[in-house]
């Protein structure tokens, strides 16, 4: 079972595997609303780009919609390769 703590840990762990890669994620967490959203940018260090939606205002309120959120954004990350 998934935590609060550990999807934390996967967008950290996903941040940090941007580096040196044309492709990067970004995220947004927002503690207001509980949502969490995820974008995939392949222009070079986020310039004159648009990056493509992967997850927008995915809720994270319950243990489920953490479950949720968790694993869709390591399927569709770079953990998922490794």
Do not use: H
Request: net charge negative.
């Amino acid at each position: 079972m998934k935590t609060l703590t550990d999807l934390l840990l996967l967008i950290a762990n996903e941040t940090e595997m941007n580096k040196g890669k044309l492709c990067t994620y970004t995220f947004d967490f927002n503690t207001q609303y509980n949502w969490l959203s995820m974008y995939k940018d392949y222009g070079v260090n986020g310039l004159g780009s648009n990056p493509e939606t992967v997850l927008s205002n995915m809720k994270i309120e319950t243990i489920e919609q953490i479950q949720l959120a968790y694993w869709s954004i390591f399927n569709e990350g770079r953990s998922s390769k490794n």
